[in-house]
């Protein structure tokens, strides 16, 4: 049975809430969020305001005091960020140390801004609102009790498979590095079920915030490090890259854009920062929507934009969920600039500006007949997924086995009453779209790095995955050319980013490695050529009957041709 996803469905159509409302994720709070002028030279301390160059900031102490607000700078010490960080504009950074967020008064957030935005010493202020997961729901939900007993779901895991239909990675795990060995990746979101039986190996917790309590939050952080980071093992699920460490940063009670602050600051160049998280945008002027119309990935807001900036000119990969929102970001809505933002911000959705330098991800449909169900053409955008020039690859949106239950129930793969032994196959949206790509290139930075090579930049990343793998299709009102970009082939961005040359050499022993390990790789013949092993996967019966008899002839005479770790020709004339 198919559940086609029809264009004048809308996005979010048929959502999981009581009687179809939708999704709705508790405790997202919005940020009011105060832009200073630079002139001014605020500091920010427990007792008040101060300005660094003299100027007079008592109406805005007066303010401050009269509505029992605080401003906290947003990025952390405002002398230390101009002692460390980049001069304003280098690497098109804006000055961190112009923004703050105030504390109190939630409640009365767009009465403050307007008020607080007229103060001496201050730019302009903005209201964020909440934000929330890049998920979506999936019509034909199977709840089921869990087995005593978790079984091996990571057949279900087609995403891992060569391209087309997936990315490659069981031959990424036949690579030196390419479980994504000496990277980590921190998930930017709400919370995580920390104990889940399938996530104990490489799981380094939470670095930043406090995680919320609402089980769909945490649903979905499991869900996305089920995706980068499931253990390899016997049962559950098998990440994409397993050796690499995941981490977790929350951005409760620090606003989203200190937290992906925070997280870039404990990683290092090569490294990976994951936002799961989009906003509702000027579509419908802001206004939260079940049916996520109109939302946005979080780099339309200035401070997000800064923070995102601040982490690529650190070497660090920043991916972002391009949003559910059905919107094309190429449309001229998104030039106008927002009265209340600063007037040096220009639209980051538009290709001429400044980019974020994050690789924004879309959501692509999964191969027809996975999990009995059909999508629409394979790698053809997902009709709740934004689209645009912007966009930089896409991932499966719908049917991804992984971690987790599904949003605020237990997994409709495996439930049951222990959430650390909950699945599901049914993860959804630019969420589960974007740790796709995350695992694609955390596996190839840990090759480059294996092989002792610089790790790819953010400009580079962005360009290896425009220029390979498997390209976009059309499908019925959602041509091609309403871009999401290509679903990455892991080998492909090898072959682009390690060309290899062909060597050769005689075959002095082999294995028939007939029962491979992990269990998810193909049969191969190893043989040891030129002082390694090298891999033919697959070998037809005819080539392994070949060697099998050259070898036990006692004079074998097997030629090899190879590139690094791969054969890639083979003739036997003993």
């Not at 999981?16 to 832009?35: K, N």
């Not at 793998?469 to 999401?484: C, H, K, V, W």
Request: glycine share 12%; aromatic share 8%.
């Amino acid at each position: 049975m198919s559940d086609q996803v029809q264009p004048a469905q809308g996005p979010g159509a048929g959502g999981p809430g009581p009687d179809g409302a939708g999704f709705t994720y508790r405790g997202a709070e919005q940020e009011l969020i105060v832009v200073a002028s630079a002139e001014a030279r605020l500091r920010a301390r427990t007792e008040g305001v101060r300005s660094a160059a003299g100027a007079d900031v008592s109406a805005l102490n007066m303010f401050l005091t009269d509505e029992q607000l605080r401003l906290q700078p947003l990025f952390g010490s405002e002398d230390r960020l101009q002692q460390t960080s980049a001069a304003p504009g280098e690497q098109g950074v804006p000055d961190l140390a112009l923004f703050y967020r105030v504390r109190g008064g939630e409640s009365r957030a767009q009465e403050l801004r307007s008020r607080i935005a007229a103060l001496p010493g201050i730019d302009t202020a903005y209201v964020k609102p909440g934000a929330v997961p890049a998920t979506v729901s999936d019509d034909d939900r199977r709840l089921k009790e869990g087995a005593p007993v978790t079984p091996d779901f990571s057949g279900r895991q087609g995403y891992l498979r060569p391209a087309p239909d997936g990315i490659d990675a069981h031959w990424a795990w036949h690579r030196p590095g390419g479980s994504g060995q000496g990277v980590t990746v921190v998930d930017v979101e709400g919370a995580w079920q920390l104990g889940h039986e399938d996530l104990a190996a490489k799981l380094a917790g939470v670095v930043v915030g406090t995680p919320l309590s609402d089980l769909a939050w945490r649903n979905h952080g499991t869900a996305v490090i089920g995706v980068i980071g499931g253990d390899r093992n016997e049962y559950g699920v098998c990440g994409i890259v397993p050796e690499a460490v995941t981490a977790a940063a929350s951005f409760q009670d620090i606003g989203t854009a200190a937290a992906i602050h925070a997280a870039a600051d404990r990683l290092g160049p090569g490294d990976v920062v994951l936002v799961e998280l989009h906003r509702p945008g000027p579509r419908f002027e802001y206004a939260e929507r079940d049916d996520q119309r109109g939302y946005l990935p979080l780099e339309w807001w200035p401070d997000d934009f800064a923070a995102v900036r601040y982490a690529a000119a650190r070497g660090i990969l920043l991916v972002e969920a391009a949003g559910n929102g059905g919107e094309s970001l190429d449309d001229a809505i998104y030039e106008r600039r927002p009265d209340e933002f600063p007037e040096w911000w220009r639209n980051p959705f538009n290709p001429s500006n400044q980019s974020s330098g994050a690789v924004l991800v879309g959501a692509g449909a999964p191969p027809p007949g996975t999990h009995g169900r059909d999508h629409g053409p394979d790698r053809s955008r997902l009709a709740f997924s934004n689209y645009g020039a912007r966009l930089d690859a896409q991932g499966w949106g719908r049917e991804v086995t992984t971690t987790g239950g599904f949003w605020d129930r237990p997994g409709d793969l495996q439930g049951g009453p222990e959430e650390v032994a909950w699945y599901t196959d049914t993860f959804s949206g630019t969420s589960s779209a974007s740790p796709v790509v995350v695992g694609a290139l955390a596996a190839l930075q840990g090759m480059l790095k294996t092989a002792g090579q610089e790790p790819m930049s953010p400009e580079r990343a962005r360009e290896v995955l425009r220029a390979t793998g498997s390209p976009q299709q059309d499908a019925p009102g959602r041509p091609a050319s309403q871009r999401i970009g290509n679903r990455p082939d892991i080998k492909a961005a090898v072959n682009r980013l390690l060309p290899q040359s062909v060597g050769s050499g005689q075959a002095e022993r082999y294995w028939d490695e007939l029962l491979p390990y992990p269990r998810e790789l193909p049969p191969r013949l190893r043989l040891f050529v030129a002082g390694a092993w090298r891999n033919l996967n697959d070998p037809s019966p005819e080539i392994r009957q070949a060697v099998h008899s050259a070898f036990a002839a006692g004079r074998p005479d097997v030629r090899v041709w190879f590139s690094d770790d791969e054969i890639v020709g083979l003739v036997v004339t003993g």
